[in-house]
């Protein structure tokens, strides 16, 4: 493992001392033309923004399996908007997480690896809709990337994805969605069928600190069951020498879960922004 128990509880009041230094001394804005600030915040709140974009994310979770087990992952998240024409943006979007987990049972292994890296094809339009909707649609892809057999599908999945989001006075509101299906891999694995939905609420105050909360539940079909972790975080945009960053801390409760699935959790995200 990365770290015990004692180590773990220990980084994670550190993070949090870090994110509330950080956020507590912002220093975007000071520099940057007040305008030029509130684009980008107002950017980064959009998953579907022409903003390049690279977060470097950690996610803790508890209480997993009868042992209460801890499970760490750590994902990079990199987002590439591609100018196609004149009116239409390719937004792709990355999902490559290693996982680093305790065994939920006495006598188990404790897991560390490589999971599914999953990739979202986003064709959008470049201007909101007449009534200041931003939208975009596409495939999404499922890689049987995992490295350990425990930690992915070994499937290949792919299916729909779309997101719908409106910004106003400061408001960040919509849902992002998508639904994969396996189409070729291990045949005795099971089958991949589900459903992912992140209805997402968020304000980004004058000072470009944003308060926001999520769900990012998922659907099993083939076991029918939800996964539902309800998400509250406060992220602030500020400078790490001259590149703009944002720092963001979440936690989480899980409202459901499937049998063995983790109770809370928290959260720690650094992006790194490359604005036009």
Known sequence: ?????????EFIVQAIGLAALLIANPAFGQETGADAAAELAKKLANPIASLISVP???NWDDGIGPEGAERNTFLLQPVIPLSLNESQNLIVRTIIPYVDAESPVSGGSDTSGLGDIVQSFFFSPKAPTAGGWVWGAGPVISYPSASEDVLGSEKWSAGPTIVILKQEKGWTYGVLANHLWSVAGEDNRADVNATFVQPFLSFTTKGRTTLGVNTESTYDWEGSRWTVPINASVSQLMRFGRRPVSLAFGARVYADRPPG??????????TLLFPK
């Open 261 to 270: 699935g983790p109770d809370w959790g928290l959260s720690l995200t650094f």
């Open 56 to 58: 470097l994310k950690w």
């Open 1 to 9: 493992m990365i770290c015990n128990r004692g180590g773990q509880v």
